[in-house]
C-alpha cells in the first residue's frame, strides 16, 4: 500500500482488492482509541457520501468495522481513480500550468459544489487536500465528507453564529483569502 495522505485525524492509503486487483482507496482512523465524536466524524462521511451519486466525489464502497482489541474502529473503502490532491498537482505542474488548467479545475469543483448544494449536502471542509485531479485527464472530485452537514427540507435559523466548523481556504495565483 502507498500512502497519499497523513492528516491529524486519518491516513489515507491506495492499495489494491486482493481478488480481484481492483484499486481502492482505504481511509484508516490515525488514533488507534478514537473518542466517540472521531467515530461519529469517520461513518458520517460514509452515510453522506453513499447516498450521493455524483461524479465530482469519491465513491464510497463499504465502511468495514475492524477489532482494535479493545473493540471496532473502522475502515473506509473508497474508489481510486488515480487523483492526486490539489498541492500535489501543483507541484507536479508548476503553480497552476496553464490559466486555462485553473479554470477547467475550477468550473469542474463548482459544478460539483452546486450538485452538492441541489442535495442539500454542505462540504465544509475544502482546501486542497479534499481535492483530487487526476494528473492526465484533470478530473476532480472531492474527498472527506467527515464534517459535511446534510440540510433538513425546511430551512432553519442558526444555532450558533460565533461558531465556525471546518476549513474554506482559497488560493488565487499565490493570493490566499
Do not use: C
Request: no cysteine; charged share 20%.
Amino acid at each position: 500500500m502507498e500512502e497519499l495522505y497523513a492528516g491529524t485525524r486519518t491516513i489515507v492509503y491506495r492499495g489494491q482488492r486482493q481478488v480481484d486487483q481492483h484499486r481502492l482507496l482505504i481511509n484508516l482512523l490515525r488514533n488507534e482509541f478514537p473518542t466517540f465524536s472521531e467515530l461519529l466524524q469517520f461513518q458520517n462521511q460514509y452515510a453522506i457520501a453513499k447516498n450521493l451519486n455524483l461524479s465530482g466525489i469519491i465513491q464510497p464502497y463499504s465502511l468495514e468495522p475492524y477489532g482494535n482489541g479493545n473493540g471496532y474502529i473502522y475502515i473506509y473503502v473508497m474508489e481510486d481513480f488515480g487523483g492526486v490532491s490539489l498541492n500535489q498537482w501543483k507541484r507536479r505542474v508548476g503553480e497552476w500550468g496553464r490559466k486555462s488548467d485553473f479554470f477547467s479545475i475550477a468550473l469542474q469543483l463548482v459544478d460539483t459544489l452546486h450538485q452538492l448544494h441541489q442535495q442539500r449536502v454542505i462540504h465544509k471542509d475544502l482546501k486542497p487536500a479534499n481535492i483530487l485531479i487526476h494528473p492526465e485527464t484533470q478530473q476532480v472530485k472531492l474527498i472527506d465528507f467527515s464534517i459535511s452537514s446534510l440540510l433538513p427540507r425546511e430551512t432553519q435559523e442558526i444555532q450558533n453564529p460565533t461558531v465556525l466548523e471546518g476549513i474554506l481556504k482559497v488560493t488565487i495565483w499565490n493570493k490566499s483569502y
